[in-house]
């Protein structure tokens, strides 16, 4: 309950400057006392809105690049797990016979080499959830269903 709470730190970035700085304050923190996880939720949204238009995607994709080297160094030196949720955007020309609705992630080569293992998560049917396993250097590629119910992630109703 309220023990698990107090282990727990959270911060809303209003820009991509905001969010590099709230993580040289995270850094910092974990200097002082011992963290597991550090959470990001989304690492791109706040480029998205900062740097719109082609004109601006080389900039964003270096400043993009800079905070996923800043969450390298974090997670090696502090000995956290880094976990970064993402967004996705419509890739039309990604359509085949086999993918309805091909979708492809926001950030492009600059998270998939920073990033070690790479999920993918999707509505399934119902309240079904899937997540797959698509790039890791260590896991085949793989897939489960799962719900998330008020005890939390139970497996998937069939």
């Known amino acids: 309950g309220d023990a698990a709470l107090e282990n727990i730190l959270i911060a809303r970035a209003h820009t991509h400057e905001h969010q590099a700085h709230l ?45 996923m080297s800043q969450l390298i160094k974090i997670a090696e030196e502090f000995n956290v797990a880094v976990y970064i949720t993402n967004q996705v955007v419509a890739d039309p ?19 998939a080499h920073a990033s070690t293992t790479r999920l993918s998560l999707r509505k399934g049917r119902g309240d079904q959830r899937i997540c797959k396993i698509y790039d890791s250097p260590n896991l085949p590629e793989a897939e489960c269903v799962f719900s998330i119910a008020e005890q939390g992630v139970v497996d998937a109703r069939e």
Do not use: C, N, W
């Not at 791109?44 to 995607?57: I, K, M």
């Open 23 to 67: 993580l040289s304050q995270v850094a910092a923190r974990m200097a002082e006392e011992p963290y597991a996880l550090l959470i990001v939720d989304s690492i791109t949204a706040l480029f998205r809105v900062d740097f719109s238009g082609r004109g601006e995607l080389a900039e964003r994709q270096q400043k993009l690049a800079k905070m």
């Open 93 to 111: 020309g990604g359509a085949s016979m086999f993918v309805a609705d091909p979708k492809k992630p926001v950030g492009g080569h600059i998270l």
